[in-house]
């Protein structure tokens, strides 16, 4: 009985081992075979359990790849489908770079975007001004960072609808086409529910406790798979309906002008120029009058209390003079006063030496 149930579990594994390598062939049914044109209505559970939002068989959305600077058409080309009765598995990715001079508003305008077409916010972040910075009177603009899933059939209209947020700087959008990955996972996702079946009825036909311990081990392993697989397919098929746009938001006090490049003179350069760095000071005396008129009541307190600082200063120093002249004339005073009782020291001694020279010289 062992050596049947090592044939058999080699058996198992040699069916698998090849349905994994015959996937290109293998059938690209998902769960079960349905038939073209009996595909799930939206609204109805698939065979995950999940609700069908579009008609898969719907192949209007292929493989495209654009970068520009406005939002303008991005209807992808049209693709074929990999079998009847089966759209590609493509995945798509916009990201946009908006300007706006009305922040609030542009915003309203994304969350309406989004409840209209049904599309889910996955991540969001508003910030860019504190209040230092409106205490100091500091110019600064925010920014907001959304990103979105938006069902497949609606991602044409959302990007359309970007020009309406504000001026739409960069536009970039991809597509990555998952079939082949796909449908060798639910190939491989299939053999692993056959050889699931197999090691359950081998199970019901075993007859030591030994046979029934390796083959729950293996069902256990085969089980474990089969969910890993299972979880992977619904991710794909997620990214798959639902597609992801990013929207990076910031808010400016003039809008880019977005222009066809041409071909500048010489002269034009330098005027273009000039006119820049004329504009450039303008704007920096413009900020500098607007700070000095914001900075007013402190710039009045830090003067006051320079004036104050000025005043103890030069009055401490001035009597620090008139300390140093004193002692200094102090200091004449005793050095004139030690010379006249060194000169009158002087002229007694001289007296009494000529005095003791005059009784020597007597009788």
Known sequence: MKKAIGILLAVLLATFMFASCSSDSASYELGTSVAPGSRPNPGELNNWGDAVPYDETDSSYGHYEQEQGGSGSLLPVMSSSTDEGLAEKIVYTV?????TVSFDMTIKDVERLITYHGAIVESSNIGGSNYAQRFHGWQTYRQANYTIRVPKDQLNAVTA????????????????????QFTDTQSRLNSLRAQEDRLLDMLRRAESMEDMILLE?????????????TSTLRNWQNQVDYSTVHLYIHE?????????????????QIG?????NTQGVGDFFTGLFSWLVISLPILIILAAIAIAAIII???????????????????????YQQMQYYQQMQGSQQAQNSGQAQNNDGP
Not at 217 to 229: G, K
Not at 313 to 335: D, H, M, T
């Open 95 to 99: 990201t946009a770079s908006i300007e």
């Open 161 to 180: 609808a970007l020009d309406d947020l504000g001026n739409v700087t960069s536009l970039r959008s991809e597509a990555q086409n998952i079939t082949a």
């Open 217 to 229: 081990e293996r069902l256990s392993d085969v089980r474990y798979q089969i969910e890993s697989i």
């Open 252 to 268: 400016v006090e003039k809008l880019t002008e977005i222009t066809t490049v041409q071909q500048r003179t010489y002269w034009e």
């Open 272 to 276: 273009d120029g000039l006119l820049a």
């Open 313 to 335: 200063i030069r009055r401490s120093l001035k009597n620090s003079k008139e300390k140093q002249a004193a002692r200094r004339a102090a200091r004449q005073e005793q050095y």
